[in-house]
């Protein structure tokens, strides 16, 4: 599939206190026996060392001197932090740095990359693309050779990833996932999951299910004059998802309400919330 077979792309499935169905957050180890970097470090557990080390290992790649994190999410970046003798760079977006500060913290510098940069790995080109909606800085690296796209949390390999208020922004990730289906896909590296095989059918699957979402929210709003965020949720859920999601599910929710908000839609007073017709 790769037209430089020297080039290797490597899923690592690391343990992270993430949200269900997912146990594990995929750390991306791009390069060769030459030269490599990390997309993603994890959670900040000795495991998370122990493994990426065995992986570079088994597969005689280079120690990677340049991580690049997504996102700063707890179960993506701190595991930077056990990666100390690597001496590697680490690299983010400029609306992640704060966050990232803080996750990664005692560690304290930074690269920044913007939309549009490229590294240059293993002799190949790989494409920074600024996708932000699940966080305002959130990253994909783009492998033009190899049609792969590293999309962080943009992308999970089962159901849809949450998208809430204060970093998430409906709008932006719609935007990103119709700019995601622009690309020459061949598969792509969700931040969860198994590789996914099947890019455009999981793109379209995604903004499909935001749009029924949103269609969902304006016809309950319809039917019953006025709700709040918690109430909608529920409704919405009905006892279909595990107790620990309702959070991200309700925030989910709340980001649709914003973008309906925004759109002119629906209008918000105090909690409750009422479509305009």
């Keep these: 599939m790769q037209n430089n077979t020297d080039?290797?792309?490597i899923r690592v499935p690391v343990p992270t206190p993430t949200l269900l169905p997912h146990t594990t957050t995929n750390c991306y180890l791009i390069g060769n026996d030459q030269e490599s970097i990390l997309v993603d470090a994890g959670y900040d557990i000795e495991e998370t060392r122990t493994l990426l080390n065995r992986i570079i290992q088994d597969n005689g790649l280079a120690s990677p001197k340049r991580i690049v994190?997504?996102?700063y999410h707890p179960d993506h970046a701190p595991g930077v932090k056990q990666l100390v003798e690597w001496n590697a760079g680490i690299y983010c977006h400029s609306d992640e740095q704060k966050g990232i500060l803080e996750a990664i913290s005692p560690l304290s510098q930074l690269s920044l990359l913007k939309d549009g940069d490229t590294m240059t790995v293993a002799n190949e080109d790989i494409l920074v693309i600024h996708g932000p909606g699940h966080t305002p800085g959130h990253l994909t690296l783009y492998i033009p050779s190899s049609r792969i796209l590293i999309a962080g949390d943009n992308i999970v390999a089962e159901g849809t990833t949450w998208i809430g208020p204060p970093d998430g922004d409906m709008t932006d990730y719609i935007q990103t996932l119709k700019r995601m289906k622009e690309l020459k896909l061949e598969k792509i590296g969700p931040g969860h999951g198994e590789w996914v095989e099947n890019p455009y059918e999981q793109i379209d699957f995604v903004v499909n299910r935001r749009l029924q979402r949103e269609n969902q929210i304006k016809a309950l709003l319809e039917e019953h004059k006025s709700l709040t965020s918690e109430r909608l949720t529920e409704m919405i859920y009905a006892d279909t998802i595990h107790p620990s999601v309702f959070k991200v599910a309700k925030l989910t929710t709340e980001a649709h309400l914003l973008k309906l908000i925004k759109?002119?839609?629906?209008?918000?007073?105090?909690?409750?919330?009422?479509?305009?017709?």
């Design 7 to 9: 080039l290797k792309v």
């Design 69 to 71: 994190l997504t996102h």
């Design 263 to 277: 759109e002119g839609a629906v209008t918000q007073d105090n909690s409750q919330y009422s479509i305009n017709i």
